[in-house]
């Protein structure tokens, strides 16, 4: 790996094709997510957050600023076992800079932690950082990539709808399902509110099929042309269907 590549390659992976590779690793700790995280969602988080900061960003946009930090911290975290740990424990680190300062609305300091990111210094792959409990992620801030591009998001929302009622582009639902599925694994650890006594089991059980639901779409995505698109569009439609229930379920959130 060459000294200024983001440390997102897989630990245990499958192939992707034109997605690159997807890596599903072993959590590095059992209340701690494992990613999902592709090459490409890498690049295109870090491309989102550049043109983010590049002006100073409106209020509405500060919350998925924020979550796309996060996604690239959980990325390095996810890849603290593997040959390049000590890489990756400081672009955590340094993913994690690029979220306080956005939570602090100190956009010069988010924007050097950024332009650091590739040529962080090494990190300490064995300790453990709860990502979920850092400068007050919230469940909202995480959310946030779902909504619409000009209200700030990440239009992940209205591309799976769209791509679940005709599927145009392979690549695009594989890296949806990869999303999807390294959002779950945050959403499982920041509950609803609503989530209490008998309802957080349904949150559990919700999250946990976000997680299978977005990796069987990141993973027949990968297949690029041989991908089974009718399958693959239905995958995509079951993922909007839980979304539905989740929200159905937990109306306040």
Known sequence: MSKNSLCVLAVASLGLGVLGSICVPNARAKDEPAGVPTNALAEADVAFLKKGLAKKPKDGELNTLKATAMMLALYAQANTSGPDAAKAAGQRDQALLIAA?????????????????????????????????QHAFDLSELMAQFSLGRSG???????????AAKLTDVKLAGELGARVATIGQYAALMPSTEAVGAKKKKWDDLCTEMVK??????????????????ALAKKLAAINLNCKSCHDAFKNN
Request: without cysteine; glycine residues 10%; hydrophobic residues 35%.
């Open 101 to 133: 300062a956005i939570t602090k609305k100190d956009f010069t300091a988010a924007k050097t932690a950024l332009d650091g990111l590739t040529t962080a210094k090494d990190g300490d792959p064995k300790k453990v950082v709860k990502l979920h409990e």
């Open 153 to 163: 998001g990440r239009h992940i929302e209205a591309d799976l709808k769209a791509q």
């Open 213 to 230: 639901l977005g990796t069987d779409a990141a993973t027949e995505g990968a297949k690029g042309d041989k991908a089974d698109k009718p």
